[in-house]
């Protein structure tokens, strides 16, 4: 058992290691969505890619239609203008906290293949005092990438519309706990791939890897329509009260505790789970002795935000893992909370949601 666990922690180190490292910025998600058909195959009863971009991957069971949904994106940023110089002005594609910025390289997915580049911004060595004292803005910032001119930058393939993303590789820490960019959400992909290859349901399991969740929730409002389930759970990552700056009654779970199960988000604003989906997974967690937590939030919302509200209603909750300095290029969680996660769902989908009615027609 223990060569098994050791196995498995490799395995689902290498697929989070290759996850983490492909660049999917929002609505240009296809090296994450090829990474996740390699890993897929053979493992699932249909696979395919809709319209807009999500990458269903499904196993059949009976007529009840779970859905468990994990965004593919990652924030970054896209070239606006091309100065004379050759610098590149951007704009921001989703959150970031622009303190974290300058320094930052950054990879330009231009038409003639990647350029590497560099945030810059004007020098503290040069400012004024009053100009130390203002908050950094992104639009003061700009991309680096060598080039003497708009025509050498041109001839690399840059432009306006151009994807660009963070270049930071993947890493192991101390005591199970690793650091790469992109965790939001490629925690919670690793996680439904590896619950798409280990489950056995009654119920088709519809596995959604999502487009577009870091501006607006897009691919998750469209495919939960397309697919009509009976219930969903999205998976994702959840800001931890477990270091400094941060107190654990602004941010109740902590790292190494198990995942985290939400009841409301963004103050009830987001989604307010449903009774039933709790009581799956507290019961399933209870029966398997797995270690989870339950959360309050008042900060973000999930692609559960847009899955419970579509047709007529979809009782959902969020299955999240806690991870530290999210929507930058340093995200950290912890091992054991990721396999934790996947045993939990794993053991959830042998049964389903007790009084949910099954879906009509």
Known sequence: MAEEGAAGRERLVRLLERLSNADGLSGYEGGVREVIREELAGHVDDLYEDRL???????????????????????????????????????????????????????????????????????????????????????????????????????????????????????????????????????????????????????TVLGVFTVQEEVGLKGAKTSSYALDPD?????????????????????????????????????????????????????AAEAQAIPVQFEVGSGGTTDASSIHLSRGGVPSTVLSIPARYIHSPVEVIDLADLEAGIRLLVAALGTRPAVLPRRSG
């Open 231 to 283: 219930c969903a759970v999205a998976t994702d990552v959840t800001v931890p009260g477990d270091h400094p700056g941060v107190q654990l009654r602004d941010a109740p779970v902590e790292m190494g505790k198990g995942p985290v199960v939400s009841i409301a988000d963004a103050n009830g604003r987001g989604i307010i789970a449903h009774p039933a989906m709790l009581d799956w997974l507290r019961e």
């Open 53 to 203: 971009g999500n990458l269903v991957a499904v196993k059949r069971g009976d007529d009840f239609r779970v859905m468990i949904a994990s965004h593919m994106d990652e924030i970054g940023f896209m070239v606006r203008h091309v100065e004379e110089k050759g610098f590149l002005r951007f704009a921001p594609i989703g959150g970031w906290f622009a303190p974290i910025l300058p320094g930052q390289r950054v990879r330009l997915h231009g038409t003639k293949g990647p350029v590497l580049g560099v945030l810059g911004m004007k020098p503290p060595h040069v400012m004024e005092d009053e100009e130390r004292k203002k908050p950094l803005k992104i639009d003061e910032m700009f991309i680096d990438v060598g080039a003497a001119s708009a025509d050498e930058a041109r001839e690399l393939g840059l432009g306006p519309g151009t994807p660009v993303t963070v270049d930071r590789a993947f890493c192991s820490l101390a005591n199970g706990r690793v650091s790469g960019k992109a965790f939001d959400n490629r925690a919670g992909v690793a996680l439904l791939v590896e619950v798409l290859r280990q489950a056995e349901s009654p119920s």
